[in-house]
């Protein structure tokens, strides 16, 4: 699956794809010292991935990762969507 370009575009696929099934939902962080990139991919067998190096992005993706982070460890269902800014 190639990479998204904009990080609104696969926020907002992201947040989709949880909320459609969230006990399949995977999310991976991988940072490559050498290239000095951060990637971040969200799958349920159909793979969502963003990569970057701007430390702006990178605050982006830490915000998001916690906010799955926290849906996925309560217990609590969630129907509504999640703010992604």
């Not at 490559?32 to 990569?51: E, F, M, P, S, W």
Request: glycine share 4%.
């Amino acid at each position: 699956m190639p990479y998204f370009q904009t990080w609104e575009e696969f926020a907002r696929a992201a947040e989709k794809l949880y909320l459609t099934d969230p006990m399949k939902v995977r999310v991976v962080l991988k940072y490559r010292h050498c290239d000095g990139n951060l990637c971040i991919k969200v799958t349920d067998n159909a793979c969502l991935q963003y990569k970057t190096d701007q430390a702006q992005d990178v605050k982006k993706i830490e915000k998001l990762h916690g906010k799955l982070m926290r849906l996925m460890v309560s217990k609590e269902t969630h129907s509504g969507s999640m703010e992604t800014d």
